[in-house]
C-alpha cells in the first residue's frame, strides 16, 4: 500500500541552526501539506502546496518557514533559524488529483530544538 | 472561524464494550468533519468524514460517526471494542475541501481497550 515517508523521525537541534524535514509523498498525488503538534497541543495546519507554489498557508507558517519541492518526489520544510517553540511533531501529507480525495499522512518527524 | 472540542484526553473501556468518543464543532458554514486515527509510531489514517448526505457515516474497523447538526456534534462509536482499537483518535473540521487542506484538529482523545 501506498504511503507518504518522513525522515528523519526524530531531530535534534540547537536553537538558530537551520533544520530541513524531508517528506516523499505517495508517487501521483498534486497537493502536498505540512502540519505540527506540539506536544499536548491540537495538530495544527501551517501549509499547503500544489503546482509548486503555496496555494494557502496559516499564521504559524512565517518568514521562518519555506517549503520547496526540489526534485518532483520530495517535499521539504524547511525552518531557517529554529527557535524552542519549533519543538513539535511535524506531519507531512498529500492527497491524490483532487484536493478533495482522501488525505495520507506520514509517521511524522518529531523536532527538538535545544 | 471554526474550532473542535473533544472530550476526554483519555478513554478507557473493556474490551467488547462500546467505544464512544466525542467531538463537538463550531463552524460559520456547513462544514466537512473528519475522524482520523494515530497508532503508536505511525501517520494519521483517516476513519471517516462527512461531507453531504447521509447523517450516518460508516468507517473502517467498524466505526462510525453521526452529523447532528442540532448539537454541532461528530460523535464516534464502535459497537464492540478490540484491542487493537487502542489508539489516539483525532476529530477534525474544514471549511473548505473534503481533503486535507487547511484542517482544524481537535486535541485528540486516547482510547486504551482494557482486556
Known amino acids: 500500500e501506498p504511503e507518504v515517508t518522513q525522515t528523519p523521525s526524530h531531530q535534534v537541534t540547537q536553537m538558530g541552526q537551520e533544520v530541513i524535514l524531508r517528506c516523499v509523498p505517495i508517487s501521483n498525488h498534486l497537493y502536498f501539506y505540512w502540519y505540527r503538534q506540539i506536544l499536548g497541543q491540537k495538530v495544527e495546519f501551517l501549509v499547503s502546496f500544489y503546482n509548486n507554489e503555496i496555494s494557502e498557508k496559516s499564521e504559524i507558517f512565517d518568514d521562518q518557514f519555506s517549503v520547496e519541492r526540489p526534485d518532483g518526489s520530495n517535499f521539504t520544510l524547511k525552518i531557517r533559524s529554529t527557535k524552542l517553540e519549533d519543538s513539535a511533531m511535524y506531519f507531512c501529507?498529500?492527497?491524490?488529483?483532487?484536493?478533495?480525495?482522501?488525505?495520507?499522512f506520514g509517521q511524522g518527524t518529531r523536532l527538538t530544538v535545544v | 472561524a471554526q474550532s473542535v472540542t473533544q472530550l476526554g484526553s483519555h478513554v478507557s473501556v473493556s474490551e467488547g464494550a462500546l467505544v464512544l468518543l466525542r467531538c463537538n464543532y463550531s463552524?460559520?458554514?456547513?462544514?466537512?468533519l473528519f475522524w482520523y486515527v494515530q497508532y503508536p509510531n505511525q501517520g494519521l489514517q483517516l476513519l471517516l468524514k462527512?461531507?453531504?448526505?447521509?447523517?450516518l457515516v460508516k468507517g473502517i474497523n467498524g466505526f462510525e460517526a453521526e452529523f447532528k447538526k442540532s448539537e454541532t456534534s461528530f460523535h464516534l462509536t464502535k459497537p464492540s471494542a478490540h484491542m487493537s482499537d487502542a489508539a489516539e483518535y483525532f476529530c477534525?473540521?474544514?471549511?473548505?475541501?473534503?481533503?486535507?487542506?487547511?484542517?482544524?484538529f481537535g486535541t485528540g482523545t486516547r482510547l486504551t481497550v482494557i482486556p
Open positions: 477534525a473540521v474544514s471549511l473548505f475541501s473534503a481533503g486535507a487542506n487547511n484542517l482544524f
Open positions: 501529507a498529500s492527497t491524490g488529483q483532487r484536493m478533495n480525495t482522501e488525505a495520507f
Open positions: 463552524s460559520s458554514v456547513p462544514p466537512y
Open positions: 462527512y461531507t453531504t448526505g447521509a447523517t
